[in-house]
């Protein structure tokens, strides 16, 4: 067995550890990132499974090694006895572009070897692999005998490399993070100081004293890579690697229009002497991060003015009256009305005709949500006749904003405590106003104030570092807020929420409604629940005989549930056909699918999982797979209970335990998880107390 320094220290703390550690954990102590973590695990699992064996990984717990006694203990003998390369072949390919990209002079092979660790026939084998990857980025990797080895190419296609680099092998904490670069792994030490980490929260100050409207607008990700594009930028003009005349001519640039953006400040505040061409392609990192946003209501704004965002505000506040639920503090929603409406308006104004498939579907399952947006956007845009389908699109707006609100529905107070920087903490109260308008963040404290702070006076405090309070006195997050991150501030709010909403929302209650109509109401729910749980079941499916044919494979799904259930099979399986025409239904990163229809051919709500042998590809042309799929039939006459708890369970997928739990645990464990939520989902529905 032969595996790298990294791998070694990765396998010898899980075998050190009696419980889980995340991922996150493992990067810390050994000083890398979690990406680079993941990816190791992946490269070392086939290592593992011919030992006998397995890494089990429990999302929001963490990642053990399991396997009997005897062949752990085997397996460390074998580990402590093992060769260990200096660096994994990843690594050095990774250290080996850095130092050709260092150096303005080919180096030679023995150079390069030395600097890896390994024989030269091994250095040129990865210099082998390297070959189609770079040209593939307008580079060329130039090997002459007597010469050495150099990268050739443009310095705008060297930037870019590096940029590709950074984000392929380095994660956001590795920029955000504060970790003393001697405690870093030497090969992510050596591409951050390529790419310019030692400018890196100074460049985003910078940018963030401007205070640029349009950097509101861009995307988590494209923000970032403004950011790492600006760092690589500044280093490589520091270390004297300039861009020419021609390279930018060569990029095909704009002419730059007025950005608003003051570059000579920029360069100022990080002590940058700037030339021309360097001014230009600096400029133009910023109109291309620019235009990024242009799609964004800040600049549509530009176009259609500050009577459209107040008209659109009054929109919102018109549908917010008259369903009694606030959605004017949602920024998501409001962002994607005014990205809609503009344009849409203006093709309404010319006559152009709008084309909505969806409007039937729509119209059938939000009936009232359709009415109560076409009455509102028809008292703010009276001089206009919004045509049903336009009305269908702003209603989807609206539902989506809905089931947002139903995650977190009480306003909380929140602290923020950041120390990354002002531009950092700016960047985060977006993200979390975009992503959660529920929560009001009251400032920005340091810990020392947070953690001081009467607790009665806020509801949580979220923070970029480890404070010392107990710990489910705050959520410790990123500066960047990834979509794992949001998920977990969402489960960490709605259990908040399901502590205190009891407490809270009992002075609130309407004391009109009284115990035997709430014992009705909880019978209601119950029986609906109780009906569905008892009848969920997990099936093991072998699916290969279907050859990948969907509508087999529904009709197998089928066959395996009690026959009073279904009358009309055929028209079951069109329906769930219909239903995925109208858009993708696997879970965002999950192999997780809900297939879902209400039929006249269905006599009882029937909620069962299948976990296939196969993947199987799904019918809305996305080329998505599914491993597992969830199956959810209702008659087409429902009880009120009954849809609501449907509905609920539709939502609570959007929880990470839950799906984990549907991938990977046994029957009894799922119907215990969803009795537990949709327990609490029905005393927060009667506002129930526990005790009086």
């Given amino acids: 067995m032969k595996v790298s320094n990294r791998q070694r220290r990765i396998l010898e703390v899980l075998l050190d550890r009696p419980s889980e550690v995340t991922a996150g954990q493992l990067a810390e102590e050994i000083g890398i990132s979690a990406r680079t973590v993941h990816r190791e695990l992946q490269e070392l699992e086939p290592v593992l499974i011919s030992h006998g064996l397995s890494l089990v990984k429990k999302s929001g717990i963490g990642i053990t090694l399991e396997g009997d006694e005897g062949a752990l203990a085997s397996f460390r003998e074998e580990l402590r006895l093992s060769e260990t390369e200096t660096y994994s072949p990843d690594e050095r390919k990774v250290l080996m572009q850095c130092l050709l990209l260092e150096e303005e002079e080919p180096v030679k092979l023995f150079v390069l070897a030395r600097e890896v660790q390994a024989a030269i026939p091994t250095?040129?084998?990865?210099?082998?692999?390297?070959?189609?990857?770079?040209?593939?980025?307008?580079?060329?990797?130039?090997?002459?005998?007597?010469?050495?080895?150099?990268?050739?190419?443009?310095?705008?296609?060297?930037?870019?490399?590096?940029?590709?680099m950074a984000d392929e092998h380095?994660?956001?904490?590795?920029?955000?993070?504060?970790?003393?670069?001697?405690?870093?792994?030497?090969?992510?030490?050596?591409?951050?100081?390529?790419?310019?980490?030692?400018?890196?929260?100074?460049?985003?100050?910078?940018?963030?004293?401007?205070?640029?409207?349009?950097?509101n607008g861009l995307k988590e990700s494209d923000y970032t890579k403004l950011l790492i594009r600006l760092s690589v930028a500044v280093a490589r003009i520091r270390s004297g690697r300039l861009v020419k005349a021609d390279e930018l001519v060569r990029r095909g640039e704009p002419p730059h229009g007025h950005l608003g953006f003051d570059l000579n400040r920029f360069a100022s505040s990080l002590d940058l002497a700037l030339n021309e061409n360097e001014a230009n392609f600096l400029l133009s990192l910023f109109e291309e991060a620019r235009n990024k946003a242009a799609d964004v209501s800040t600049v549509i704004l530009e176009k259609y003015g500050l009577d459209f965002a107040e008209r659109t505000l009054d929109f919102i506040r018109g549908v917010e009256g008259r369903l009694d639920i606030a959605l004017s503090k949602d920024r998501s929603l409001l962002d994607g009305l005014i990205r809609h409406l503009g344009p849409a308006l203006e093709r309404i104004r010319r006559g152009e005709s709008i084309r909505n498939p969806l409007l039937p579907q729509i119209k059938k399952d939000y009936p009232e949500l359709f009415l109560t947006v076409r009455h509102s956007v028809g008292d703010v845009w009276k001089e206009i006749a919004i045509p049903e389908e336009e009305v269908g699109y702003l209603t989807m707006h609206f539902g989506a904003a809905l089931e947002r609100w139903k995650l977190t529905p009480n306003h909380l107070k929140a602290l923020l405590v950041c120390t990354s920087g002002i531009g950092s903490?700016?960047?985060?109260?977006?993200?979390?106003s975009k992503e959660i308008p529920q929560i009001d963040l009251i400032g920005h404290y340091s810990w020392y104030e947070a953690s001081r702070m009467p607790e009665d006076q806020y509801d949580l405090i979220i923070s970029t570092v480890d404070l010392p309070v107990e710990q489910d006195r705050y959520i410790k997050l990123s500066p960047l807020l990834s979509p794992d991150e949001a998920d977990r501030l969402?489960?960490?709010?709605?259990?908040?929420?399901?502590?205190?909403?009891?407490?809270?929302?009992?002075?609130?209650?309407?004391?009109?409604?009284?115990?035997?109509?709430r014992l009705k109401l909880m019978s209601g729910y119950s029986k609906e629940i109780v009906g569905l749980l008892e009848n969920f079941r997990v099936f093991e499916l072998d699916n290969r005989s279907d050859d990948g044919d969907l509508k087999r494979l529904l009709k197998n799904l089928l066959n395996r549930l009690p026959p009073r259930v279904l009358e009309?099979?055929?028209?079951?399986?069109?329906?769930?056909?219909?239903?995925?025409?109208?858009?993708s239904l696997l879970i965002p990163d999950t192999e997780l699918a809900l297939y879902h229809?209400?039929?006249?051919?269905?006599?009882?709500?029937?909620?069962?999982?299948?976990?296939?042998?196969?993947?199987?590809?799904?019918?809305?042309?996305?080329?998505?797979?599914?491993?597992?799929?969830?199956?959810?039939?209702?008659?087409?006459?429902?009880?009120?209970?009954?849809?609501?708890?449907?509905?609920?369970?539709?939502?609570?997928?959007?929880?990470?335990?839950?799906?984990?739990?549907?991938?990977?645990?046994?029957?009894?464990?799922?119907?215990?998880?969803?009795s537990r939520n949709l327990e609490v989902y029905i005393k927060n529905k009667l506002e129930w107390r526990d005790a009086p």
Avoid at 144 to 161: N, P, S, W
Wanted: charged share 30%.
């Fill in 123 to 164: 250095v040129s084998r990865d210099l082998d692999d390297l070959e189609p990857q770079l040209a593939r980025s307008g580079l060329s990797l130039v090997r002459k005998r007597g010469y050495g080895v150099e990268i050739a190419g443009v310095e705008t296609a060297k930037r870019e490399y590096i940029v590709w």
């Fill in 170 to 215: 380095l994660d956001h904490s590795d920029w955000f993070g504060t970790i003393d670069p001697s405690d870093q792994w030497p090969v992510t030490r050596r591409l951050l100081e390529l790419a310019g980490k030692e400018d890196f929260l100074r460049i985003e100050q910078s940018l963030w004293q401007q205070a640029e409207e349009w950097l």
């Fill in 425 to 432: 903490s700016k960047l985060l109260a977006v993200r979390i």
């Fill in 490 to 517: 969402r489960l960490h709010v709605r259990k908040l929420v399901t502590r205190s909403r009891p407490r809270v929302m009992a002075a609130k209650r309407d004391e009109t409604v009284g115990s035997w109509e």
């Fill in 568 to 583: 009309r099979e055929d028209e079951i399986v069109q329906a769930l056909l219909d239903r995925e025409e109208q858009g």
């Fill in 597 to 674: 229809t209400r039929s006249e051919g269905v006599s009882m709500p029937v909620l069962s999982l299948f976990r296939l042998e196969t993947p199987q590809r799904l019918g809305d042309g996305s080329g998505a797979e599914a491993r597992q799929i969830l199956l959810m039939l209702a008659p087409k006459t429902l009880s009120k209970p009954g849809l609501e708890v449907l509905s609920e369970i539709s939502a609570m997928l959007l929880l990470p335990e839950l799906v984990r739990l549907l991938e990977q645990e046994r029957e009894e464990a799922i119907r215990a998880y969803l």
